[in-house]
Nanobody
Framework: QVQLVESGGGLVQVGGSLSLSCAASTSGRTFNTYVMGWFRQAPGREVEFVAQTSWDAGDYTDYVDSVKGRFTISRDNAKNTVYLQMNSLKLHDTATYFC?????????????????WGQGTQVTVSS
């Protein structure tokens, strides 16, 4: 079992930055054995894959095309935490952002591969 708690969302202007964090509590398996991902859902739209990082040191990362070069996912296994650094934010980045943990690595990230989900944190980009 994994419990995930996101933080760091908020209101930011176009071009600004935010850093999201996701703290994990695990039982039965250690945090480093999970693939960790970020997804988002804008109002009236489906859940969209944003970024993911592979097991252990997170040597592999993957991003949706719309955030490449602007967002960076990273993990700190000592802190059981995954991060999403978001730079050069755009209006269409406005969404609720969810952290998720899974056991399978596929690119692009697939929602159904992720077994555990956080409650989400709101990111609003304003003009």
């Amino acid at each position: 079992q994994v419990q995930l708690v996101e933080s760091g969302g908020g209101l930011v202007q176009v071009g600004g930055s935010l850093s999201l964090s996701c703290a994990a509590s695990t039982s039965g398996r250690t945090f480093n054995t999970y693939v960790m991902g970020w997804f988002r859902q804008a109002p009236g739209r489906e859940v969209e894959f944003v970024a993911q990082t592979s097991w252990d040191a997170g040597d592999y990362t993957d991003y949706v095309d719309s955030v490449k070069g602007r967002f960076t996912i990273s993990r700190d296994n000592a802190k059981n935490t995954v991060y999403l650094q978001m730079n050069s934010l755009k209006l269409h980045d406005t969404a609720t952002y969810f952290c998720a943990a899974g056991s399978r690595w596929r690119t692009p990230g697939i929602r159904s591969d992720y077994e555990f989900w956080g409650q989400g944190t709101q990111v609003t980009v304003s003009s």
